[in-house]
């Protein structure tokens, strides 16, 4: 999430990370990490804040005035929130194709390659 200030839209929040700003804190499914309430005055939340609490890494541009928040790690998992859009390939031996969700539950290792 590319920040302009560390003053974050609740809405724009919620919308973006897919993390929920409850009177119980941060949710994310059943997840929920409790937040102190001066972390979200009003119509923003402080992004420092919630970089402390859910793991995001929080970055800073100086040369561009600007802040990126990364992803949650709760949980000591990294990427809780990310998730795979859905990939069709052609296989490389018979050229059907191939669903990745058919994977899902299993640790795939995705290996990617250019020529460039």
Do not use: Y
């Not at 919620?14 to 937040?35: K, M, N, Q, S, Y």
């Amino acid at each position: 999430m590319i920040l302009t200030s560390l003053a974050v839209d609740r809405a724009a929040f919620t919308e973006r990370t897919g993390w929920e700003l409850r009177p119980e804190g941060a949710c994310h499914g059943d997840i929920c990490v409790p937040l102190p309430a001066e972390a979200a005055p009003g119509s923003t939340i402080d992004a420092r804040m919630v970089s402390e609490r859910l793991g995001m890494p929080l970055l800073h541009d100086d040369d561009h005035g600007i802040w990126a928040l990364g992803p949650a790690s709760v949980g000591g998992t990294a990427l809780v929130t990310a998730a795979l859009p859905n990939i069709t390939l052609a296989d490389i031996r018979t050229g059907e194709a191939f669903d990745f969700a058919s994977l899902r539950g299993q640790k795939v290792l995705l290996l990617a390659w250019a020529s460039w």
